[in-house]
């Protein structure tokens, strides 16, 4: 359940990298450890982060997830389809559970996330 | 000996045993010996349950204000509780429970919760409402740090007709929050004159009725202030006949809940209420109760949005409120079921018609006249020459009023505040006045 | 599950109210029209025998302490005696006007001041307010207490930071975020208390203050709790003491002679006054020497053995209160307290302890217990690894079905699959030995009939109750709901 073409954190997020564009979700483990979605606070268009900096807040009943952003960047493009159906961030993480898509302002720092491997072996040791 | 534990001394012996420790000291050895040394007793010796109850009902009875005829007000009223009320709260399955965490043996509370929030709204005319705040001034300043963490403003606007024990509170809750509190003045008729909202403001505090019992005109309030919140403090009882401030646009409606069948109890516990738009569900303190389905299919009641609470989000939750006043909120529920709109009509109508009734006589009299032009609901303002002496002419007749003093704050040096309530009597208003003609 | 709103009909009500001297209409003609209520609250209609079985009804569906054990942990749910609720309801408190001058309610202030001075004698330090309405709203005045003595120091702004355990309450950093102060988490060490090490690196000139929880949510005693409060201290910050747990060591030790300069004490938990299904309880806080000045104001004063209000205390944070706290929950608590007298506080204590080492010792060998040393009043327990996909939340269900309330599940944080267990010391050894056992045999459940845990409960009202539908679907009053 870990997408080979796609590039994690630590903070359990991933990211596809297209162009000057990264779209950024939650990987399968950590939508399996918070439970039944069912909200997800998304940040608005435009918006400027850095990378660490708090992205969007991912809510099952009894467990509140903060998404970091992984990348600096804007805030594109955002998932609305999650507002009325958080629970697809459940079925299809990686797919119509995306999050947000963020202009990439300092490329360089894509270097720092994990890949696949990894990322595996970080799920791995953190047990 | 603690009446209270059921061990005896061969229970302790056979617990010990089965652990293999020696004594019960034991099991407190891992308190430091300079804390156990430093240990001192209260001095209090024990007693039987008859010289407890003596003792007990000795205080109660200490108090001569429990014999006076209370025509007080200021935020706690005396209202008739049908027996039922009381009847229902001593169900110790609903009396004895803890916070509903584990819905399923919490049904019981966890239904009322819902009753209660669906009476709630339909009383401010607002969308949703939490399971209950510790009383009306905590709910008052909680509703201004939802406004504030909402809106960013850290200036609110408060009346200078606000009762001043809910300024108070205010005050200091908004100081831990690093906000300013603006004052807004009254006009000639005890009114509240809104001036130019300034910038960075966050809330408007309403309260309806206002500290002299006066009905504000909520009309126009909202428009005034762009994105900052209109907050009312509102009583729930002339809600039963004057247009709830759901109406008028409030984002959050607050209040003191006692009158709803729970006794003034010299100041606690009492119950707020907290209401608002489903906009700021994620927003609004405290516990809700939501109703959904059981594997089954069956339906059923849990306490949800929890995410919002401290328990899961801490630091960052929308309040600290964990433990409430959910007996009191129950009382309130039971009671409103009880008088059903009818019976709340006719309270809220009583109380209006013998306040009138009785302010219309003490304006006539010489050296007598009310404070303020605007309409009152059953709590008047009345202007007069001695306020002291007055007081002490109703205390000689056996009637409380509160003392002059109380009015100051609100700018007022030579008035008393006067309440009725529905339990009032005709003979009650006749002793009222004759006292002040003596 | 039926609503009071499904009883009824139009026109029944369940009193008989006096009859007004206008009709209503003249009445209502006499609001300004702005005012008058267009459409009127919609409320239910009921007869009184519909009202009493339709609450009776719902207490059948709950349970509380008088109904059976209940274990939770953190909340010391002991029985409520009686008597005290007897007293409480006396007319001569309930009846009472908090506004009338102190002359009039010289009983109840009596009753406030000599609760005062039981509750400093326990606590061991020198000064109460009885304001606060609950533990939460006791942290909330204690932090602001702190930011007062910081403002009066000039340290307002430069100490910013508490630090708290991670095995706090999560009341406790809510608290001090509405104070306006930053929290900064602290790790327990390997025996399950606050690591030394840790705390003097996170001490600095920016550290406003501590707040610990005594014996901690392990039901562990900070050994080195006297070094705690010392280094915080020296670095020039207060320590501020959350006494959800005081029922582990009442009659035995004093926050005061632990170096505790504010401490909240739940009266709806050690000192036996029920809990409503969630309120009203009351939170008193006691303080040292250093917050005197900022007590909250009024001041309950006796002098010549009348009781007077003491409003002249400029440093005073002000009223949390509107009032003077909880009357009723206190004159509840204080008759417990009479009625034990120091040396039953000390029996509560000893019961208490015995009551949880006991049961630990009846259960380690079957569920893991993470840190295991002597318990105070409360310990916790692992529900990880007993069978086959089986969780906590699974255990605490299929408790219901044996007649017991769970304990407090999932708290706290640092025990993974944690069941914090507190019986107290109102409990027979022979609710303990049936509780016990009922853990025994469900252990064994959990390896052989995975699937009768999974399914738990199955003899309540409702069975599990599908939580993330209520937060997709928000359904929280009748007429706004997603289904009408």
């Known amino acids: ?127 | 000996m603690n009446p209270y534990l059921p061990h005896t001394a061969e229970d302790v012996r056979a617990m010990l045993d089965a652990m293999g420790i020696p004594d019960v000291e034991a099991l407190f050895s891992d308190i430091p010996a300079a804390v156990r040394e430093r240990y001192r007793p209260v001095g209090l010796p024990p007693r039987d349950e008859l010289a407890v109850q003596r003792r007990l009902i000795g205080l109660a009875e200490d108090s001569t204000g429990r014999r006076l005829i209370p025509f007080l007000g200021g935020g706690l009223y005396d209202h008739y509780i049908p027996p039922v009320v009381g009847h229902v709260l001593s169900r110790s399955e609903l009396s004895t429970a803890y916070t509903p965490y584990q819905a399923e043996l919490s049904q019981g509370t966890l239904t009322w919760m819902f009753e209660y929030q669906t009476m709630i709204c339909e009383l401010t005319g607002m969308e949703v409402a939490n399971a209950s705040m510790y009383d009306g001034a905590t709910a008052l300043a909680e509703a201004v740090l939802m406004a504030h963490r909402t809106t960013g403003g850290k200036v609110v606007l408060v009346p200078r007709s606000l009762l001043p024990h809910l300024r108070a509170v205010l005050a200091t809750y908004a100081w831990g929050a690093g906000l300013s509190l603006h004052e807004v003045p009254y006009g000639e008729d005890g009114r509240l004159a809104l001036g130019r909202v300034p910038d960075g403001t966050c809330a408007l505090v309403v309260s309806q009725p206002n500290g002299f019992g006066i009905l504000e005109d909520l009309t126009g309030l909202k428009d005034c202030l762009g994105r900052a919140f209109l907050i009312a403090y509102a009583n729930p009882i002339p809600l039963a006949v004057v247009e709830p401030p759901g109406s008028f646009g409030a984002d959050v409606v607050v209040g003191e809940g006692q009158p709803l069948g729970n006794p003034v109890s010299f100041g606690g516990p009492l119950l707020g209420f907290l209401a608002t738009r489903m906009a700021y569900l994620r927003r609004m303190p405290g516990r809700v109760s939501g109703r959904t389905q059981d594997r089954e299919g069956k339906a059923g009641y849990v306490m949800t949005f929890q995410t919002r609470e401290q328990h899961i989000r801490r630091e960052g939750a929308t309040s600290n409120i964990c433990t409430n006043s959910a007996l009191c909120a129950l009382a309130a529920t039971v009671y409103l079921a009880a008088l059903g709109p009818a019976g709340l009509r006719r309270v809220a109508l009583l109380a209006y018609e013998r306040a009138h009734a009785l302010a219309d006589r003490i304006a006539a009299l010489p050296g007598y006249g009310m404070e303020f032009s605007g309409p009152f609901f059953h709590e008047f303002a009345v202007r007069c020459v001695d306020p002291h002496g007055a007081v002490a002419k109703l205390r000689r007749a056996g009637i409380a009023v509160l003392p002059p003093s109380f009015l100051h704050p609100l700018g007022i040096e030579d008035g008393l505040l006067v309440a009725v309530t529905e339990k009032r009597t005709e003979e009650e208003l006749d002793r009222f006045v004759a006292a002040l003609e003596g | 599950m039926s609503t009071i709103y499904d009883h009824g009909a139009p026109g029944r009500r369940a009193v008989a109210l006096p009859e007004l001297g206008q009709a209503e209409e003249e009445l209502l003609a006499r609001f300004p029209p702005s005012l008058r209520r267009r459409e009127g609250p919609r409320l239910p209609e009921v007869s009184q025998p519909e009202l009493v079985r339709h609450y009776t009804a719902l207490s059948r569906m709950n349970y509380g302490v008088d109904t059976g054990f209940y274990p939770l942990g953190s909340c010391t749910m002991k029985h409520n005696p009686k008597l005290h609720e007897d007293l409480a309801r006396h007319p001569g408190f309930t009846e009472l006007h908090p506004l009338l001058p102190a002359e009039e309610c010289q009983g109840a202030l009596a009753l406030l001041w000599e609760m005062g001075e039981c509750l400093k004698g326990i606590a061991g330090m020198p000064g109460i307010t009885l304001q606060p309405a609950a533990g939460a709203h006791g942290e909330l005045t204690g932090m602001l207490l702190l930011k007062r003595w910081l403002e009066d120091r000039g340290e307002l702004g430069v100490r910013t930071k508490i630090l708290l355990p991670d095995s706090a309450h999560g009341t406790n950093p809510a608290s001090a975020a509405m104070a306006g102060f930053s929290v900064v988490s602290l790790p327990s060490d390997r025996r399950g208390m606050v690591d030394l090490a840790a705390l003097e690196g996170a001490l600095g000139p920016d550290v406003a203050g501590i707040m610990l929880t005594v014996p901690n949510t392990l039901g562990i005693f900070e050994e080195d709790i006297l070094t705690i409060t010392q280094l915080v201290h020296e670095a020039g910050g207060l320590c501020y003491f959350d006494g959800a747990n005081l029922n582990a060591y009442l009659g035995r030790a004093r926050p005061g002679d632990m170096g505790a300069d504010v401490f909240h004490i739940n009266l709806h938990k050690t000192f036996s006054t029920p809990h409503g299904g969630g309120g009203p309880g009351a939170g008193p806080v006691t303080v040292s020497e250093a917050l005197l000045p900022y007590l909250p104001v009024p001041d309950i004063v006796r002098e010549d053995g009348k009781y007077r209000l003491v409003w002249d205390r400029p440093k005073s944070i002000g009223r949390v209160h509107p009032y003077f706290g909880n009357t009723l929950v206190i004159a509840k608590a204080l008759a417990y307290i009479l009625t034990l007298g120091d040396e039953g506080l000390r029996e509560a204590s000893a019961g208490a302890v015995l009551a949880a080492n006991y049961l630990k010792a009846k259960l380690k060998g079957t569920y893991r217990v993470p840190y295991d040393r002597l318990a105070k009043h409360e310990f916790v327990l692992s529900g990880e690894g007993l069978g086959d996909g089986v969780r906590t939340l699974d255990i605490a269900k299929r408790l219901m079905d044996y007649g017991f309330h769970p304990p407090t599940v999932y708290f706290p944080l640092i025990v993974k699959e944690a069941l914090m267990i507190e019986p107290t010391e109102t409990e027979p050894r022979e609710v303990l030995d049936a509780f016990a056992e009922a853990m025994l045999r469900i252990a064994a459940e959990a390896r052989d009939h995975p699937e009768l845990l999974r399914d738990a409960p199955h003899t309540t009202p409702v069975r599990r109750l599908d939580e993330a539908r209520a937060v997709r679907e928000p359904w929280l009053r009748l007429g706004g709901g997603c289904v009408g």
């Open chain 1, 1 to 127: 359940m870990i997408p080979r073409e796609l590039r994690y954190t630590e903070d359990h997020e991933w990211v596809r990298l297209e162009g000057d564009e990264a779209r950024v979700g939650i990987t399968h483990h950590a939508q399996q450890q918070l439970g039944d979605i069912v909200f997800v606070e998304l940040p608005p268009r435009g918006k400027k982060v850095q990378r660490g900096e708090r992205l969007a807040t991912v809510e099952s009943v009894k467990a509140v997830g903060e998404v970091f952003a992984p990348l600096s960047g804007e805030v594109v493009a955002t998932n609305d389809a999650l507002v009325g159906s958080p629970d697809l961030v459940n079925k299809d993480p990686y797919g119509q559970g995306w999050l947000c898509t963020l202009r990439v302002t300092a490329p360089g720092e894509a270097d720092a996330l994990l890949d696949a491997a990894g990322y595996e072996a970080f799920v791995q040791r953190s047990g």
